[in-house]
């Protein structure tokens, strides 16, 4: 099954690339699901960061992932087929 169409929620998301230099660097478990935002409890603490502006990886995998191709609701996502470069 591919990243793209996997549940993310329980997963360690990592932040390697993003608009706001501020969230480079930046992980933790992924709590909930939006269609434009993921929420990432850090720290004990609930951070809600837009998809669009961030690329990250998943569960320490090689794949990265880039937040703007995937807005879409979470129950839409899994089910959609991606075609890869």
Avoid: H
């Amino acid at each position: 099954m591919s990243l793209y169409n996997s549940t993310w929620i329980g997963s360690t998301m990592n932040i390697v690339e993003s608009n706001d230099p501020t969230l480079i660097g930046r992980s933790g478990l992924v709590m909930d699901e939006t269609k434009n935002t993921l929420v990432m409890l850090e720290n004990d603490a609930c951070v809600r960061i837009g998809k669009s502006s961030i690329t990250f990886t998943l569960d320490g995998s090689d794949a990265v992932v880039q937040g703007a191709l995937v807005g879409q609701r979470p129950e839409d996502r899994t089910n959609r087929k991606y075609r890869m470069a």
